[in-house]
Structure formats: C-alpha cells, structure tokens
C-alpha cells in the first residue's frame, strides 16, 4: 500500500535543519557537471544536516558509484554520525550491451544513526514456484512458520522489476516510505552526480610469470604473498574473516572498524598484484566491508559487477540480511577470460526442490536463464553433516561456477584464506591447478588430508551423524503451541502450558533455546488473527 508523504527536492536556498524524516540521494547521469550544485563531500554534508536525528539516508545509484558516496557519508560523522546499515539490491529489467554478466540490479544503500533508529516492518506477498506451485523458499518442513501475511522484506528485492537507467523509479520510492514509522514522512529528494570515476593505475607492465601450484601454504597471507611474483595466478579469490566476532582457532576476527580495513588493504594490494594480464579476482564479503573495498581496488583493477549472492539467513531487525557481495573485478578492462557457456544459471521463478527440478526435467521445463549479477540458486550449507570445523564454510558448488565461468583447465587458483580446502578442491576437480595458504596448522592439515582423499578415492568421504529421533518433534510442539493460543484467545505462558498442553513444559525447554522461540509459530499466527479482528472493527 502506497503511504502518504510530503516529498520536497533539494535546494541550498529551501532545506532545513534536521527536518527530514527521510533523505534519498540519488545518482543521476543526466546531471551537467557544469550544472553541478556542489561536489560531492558538499552534497552528502547537506543530506547529513537536513535528516532528522532519527532519520534515514539512502543512496540509489549504479552498483559502481554507490559506494563511493556511502564511504562519504561514513567519513562525515562529524557532521551527523549516521553508519552504514544495508546494502539493499534492486531488481531491474535486465541491462544488456556489455560482455560478461547481465546486470540486473542498482544499488540502494541505507545508512541509520549510530545508536538507534526505528524502521517499520515491511512484508511482500510469498512467491510461488512456476512449475510446482510450491512456495519459492523451500521451508523444509517448517511451514507452519510461513507468515500468512507474506515473507518480511530482505536486503534484495526481487519482487519489483524497475527500469535499469530510471534514476529513482516511483516503485522504488513508494517502497522506501513504507519502511518508515511516520504516518507521513517527511522525504528529501537530492540528485547526486554520476562522476567520472579514475581510470586504473598500473605502475609497470605485468607480464606472466611462473609459480609453483598445487601447494597449500601455512603462514600469514599477506607475508607469503609478498614473496610470490607478479602476474602469476590466473584466477584469484577471496573468502576472508569478516570481522564478526567468530571463533578462529588463529586469527583475531574482532578488530576496529579502521584497522580491519586496513589489513584488508594490504592484501587486496597483495591479490591485484599477482594478477595475470587476463586474470580475475573474485572477493567475497559483507557489504558493509566491500563499499570500502571497491573504492580501493578501482585504483588498480577494472570493475566488472557487484554480484550480489542472495543466500537467505535467518530473520534479524527490520529487514532480513540475505546475500553476501562478490566484487568481481579484472586485470584489462576487456581481454579477459570469461566462459560465456557457463554464464547461466537457474530462473528465479522455479523453486530447487529436488522433485520439481526432475519433474521438469522430465517435461522438459527449461528453467535456465542468462547469469546476472544476482545469483540466487546456490544456498548457504546448511547442514551440520556438509560443514567441516569452520565458522564461515563456503559452498563448493560457489568456487566450481566462479572457476567455470573465468578459467581454462590448467590455470591457477589462488586463495589466500584457504580455511576448509573448498577453492583447493574445487579446482582440483575441475583440472585447475591450486595455490593456497592459511594461517592455521588445523586448516592446511584438513585440506591436505581432503585432497589426498581426493587422489586416492575420487570423492571426499563423509561420515554421516545418526540423530535419535526426538519423542516430541520440534513442530509437533509449536502446533500444539499454536491450539493452545488459538483456545485462550492469547500467547500461552509457561504456566499455561504446565495446565493445558498434552506436552510437559520441560519438553519445550529442552527442544528450543528458550520459551520464546517455541511460541514462534503461535506469534505468526496470532499477529494476522489480531490484524483481522482490528479490520473486522474498523468495518
């Protein structure tokens, strides 16, 4: 439903102090630079000025310029500290006319007050499967937690189309209003300058050099890579920590904002280095960490796409973070290696359950459409029986279609964060040679003993966990949950359960981490039979 609101466009003679519920700057190709208001420092300095404390800054723009004014509003929080919050990916009609990936998206980034903010919960309608029916999420056995109000909105839009060269479509619009919790929000609209972005500086010419592959290397990357020679790896690929806070044997993954980006900068340098003439790199990362990265790598390598990897994790704030960003850059701007046979990749309007990919193979369904810049068919591993003892294990079909797609058999790989061997593996299989390295003993030991494994049985065994079956399943229990609510008239307590349910409390205090995440199930329900009530008055 399209909200009211007040929407004014920006003037240095007209804007206000903090006045603004909602700020959207967005890049427009159609600017003169000599009709230019101000630059861009001054620009981002007046959209932080006129947003209300509490307000929202968003940047629309081209996947390649974006970020550029995102690192503007984070360096200027002198002026009003407002951070980075998501990278949201709009879906567009596909953009046509240059070699490689289909672009399919604009960038819109959200940038939130430091400490707190508030943002309404926004829900689209669920998506069906082309095919089947069946909803596009495969929600293994959990739909009884399927909101029937719709899915809550995530960072990547797939359910608008917009015009790719539109420069801030009315959809697009429309959607960022209802994310805030004014009834009618005040929006300042800015138009920001599409610059002409710096032509990458090479400082001697790189030629091909030889390097000794099918290694896995133990030691810090940025030392090990500093002995290896330029213009050496055909493929070079990034998978590192992100600075989360997870449980590295070897490696602090809790530093300072600044200094993590530092670090990164030394071996991002390190990678383009070591590039081929025709190599590519491919860095994969959070997107708040790789705004900073494609505004220092396009000091040296030519930018290719900001490949957005929806790969769905589980619903946190306002808007669900689902996709990881792949900065895909290369060596020349256009004498590359790229496989266009291998550039296809499933329609995101067919599900990937496994019954309905052979139904329609056996009808003879195609579901194969052009790779775009969004990559949507390759999911997260999700299994404990498919990850080995790393906190952010890749999924090796990721590394066969990035291999695929930009090398020949007998190129080098290159991954300086080898963790559980996957690039290692991945090109292996595919008749690549590899170069590895990691910091931890644990890791180069694993991937050794994987690749020997690999040489000695053609596969990588795995044993499989045999679980006991719980007496009283995990649904079973939030059903039951869920007739309770419906028989009270309200969310059951603890002591509800203790006088009403067929079920022990203790059953649900084992099952779930804590009372609450059982009543999960009863609180979707119950939040659409409120909604329908509150109509039912109101009528």
Known sequence: M???????????????????????????????????????????????????PSGLVFVYGEPDMAPYYSTEIDGQSQVKDFVFKYYIAVRTLPRYGKEGLVESHKALILHTPRDTFKMSKVRIPHSYCRACGQNLRDWGGKKHLMHPAGVALSDVWKDLSVLYDEELPADVLDRISSLSPK????????????????????????????????????????????????????????????????????????????????????????????????????????????????????????????????????????????????????????????????????????????????????????????????????????????????????????????????????????????????????AKKMGRRYLTIDIDKYYVDLTLNK?????????????????ERPVVTKKELQLELLRLTNQLGRLPTEADVKSHSKYPLEAYLVAFPSFGKALRAAKVHGQLSQISQELKMRV
């Not at 903090?18 to 230019?36: A, C, K, M, N, T």
């Not at 030629?207 to 213009?231: F, K, S, Y």
């Not at 973070?321 to 790229?338: D, G, K, N, W």
């Not at 690749?451 to 679980?467: A, F, H, M, Q, Y």
């Open 183 to 426: 009834e009618t929000p005040r929006i300042l609209l800015v138009r920001l300058p599409r610059e002409i972005l710096p032509s990458p500086t090479i400082e001697h010419a790189v030629d091909t050099m030889q390097v000794d592959a099918n290694r896995v290397i133990l030691g810090d990357c940025i030392e090990v890579m500093r002995q290896l020679p330029a213009g050496s790896v055909d493929l070079a690929f990034a998978d590192p920590p992100y600075n989360l806070d997870k449980a590295y044997f070897s490696y602090d993954d809790s530093r300072h904002n600044e200094e993590y980006i530092s670090w990164c900068e030394q071996w991002l340098f390190e990678y383009q280095r070591i590039l081929k003439p025709t190599g590519s790199l491919f860095v994969v990362n959070l997107p708040k960490w790789a705004v900073h990265h494609k505004t220092y790598l396009d000091k040296y390598l030519h930018f290719q796409n900001w490949i957005v990897w929806d790969a769905l994790s589980e619903p946190r704030g306002r808007l669900m973070p689902a996709h990881y960003t792949i900065l895909y850059y290369t060596r020349h701007q256009a004498e590359y290696v790229f496989n266009k046979e291998h550039a296809i990749q499933m329609s995101p309007d067919f599900c990937m359950r496994s019954s309905c990919i052979r139904t329609r193979k056996k009808q003879g369904i195609s579901d194969e459409v052009t790779l775009s810049d969004i990559w949507w068919d390759i999911p997260r591993i999700k299994h404990k029986k498919f990850r080995d003892v790393h906190p952010c294990q890749l999924p090796e079909k990721l590394m066969e279609k990035i291999i695929a797609l930009c090398t020949k058999p007998g190129d080098i790989v290159f991954d300086a964060f080898c963790g559980t061997g996957t690039t290692a593996l991945a």
């Open 451 to 467: 690749l020997e494994l690999l040489d000695k049985w053609g596969i990588i065994p795995r044993v499989s966990t045999n679980r």
């Open 2 to 52: 399209q909200k009211r609101c007040i929407i004014d466009n920006y003037s240095p003679q007209v804007v206000s102090e903090s006045h603004y519920d909602i700020v959207v700057g967005y890049v427009s190709s159609q600017l003169p630079l000599d009709e230019l208001p101000a630059g861009r420092s001054e620009l981002v300095g007046s959209m932080l000025r006129s947003v209300s």
